[in-house]
């Protein structure tokens, strides 16, 4: 049977058809058989089902789920919360993410660090931040149709960019410091920090399911 996309909601993952004999049908996005995502207004075929359409497909020629609009941008950022965790993860990581103080004879000076300047020693397990952050952000908006990102890759990414930054707050200073000729250097968290923590942070709690979305509507389970 032909008929028209009424309209389709991500955060229900769940929609409405009108076929072209006037009935109407609902439909579960698992139904959806094209690429993309169903769009109000795209041309269909389907299977009628007690009521539910199955086995959906954009008809020939339709341009159905093939982009995102901004609209559908400004929903997926309220109602999937690791899309917000994953940007500040890679914010965190453009901005100083920790001050080495350095302190001789009574002479001190301080200097912020950023990731990219971290690239020996176990500075370098940093990378696995903003990598990972892609990961997700990759999923997030590829595979926003069928839930997301899988909760083990939430959990990774989250667990990744929490305990790096604790990690290299308690290890870092030793790394790169210590006390030689009378010098003495010491590591503390920098605004960077404070956002990749946070970012990894939320990314956990959206995981175990703590943070469903900020209000724009229930979220959909991760795969």
Known sequence: MKGTVLGYDPATMKGAISADDGSR???AVSEWKSGGIP??????DFEPSGGQAVGIYAAAGAAAGAS???AEIGKLFMTRPPIAAAIAMLLGCLLPVYSVSVSFMGVGASQGITMFQMTSGIGILFWAVPVLAGVVLYFEFTKRASGG???NILIGAGAAAVGLVVLFWIMGGQAIAGQGMGAMATITPNIGSFIIL??????LLNAFGVVKSFGGGAAPPSA
């Not at 769009?39 to 269909?44: H, I, L, S």
């Not at 946070?198 to 990314?203: D, W």
């Open 39 to 44: 769009v109000a207004g795209a041309k269909v």
């Open 25 to 27: 049908y609902d439909f």
């Open 198 to 203: 946070a970012g990894g942070a939320l990314m």
């Open 149 to 151: 990102t899988p909760q």
């Open 68 to 70: 995102i609009d901004g």
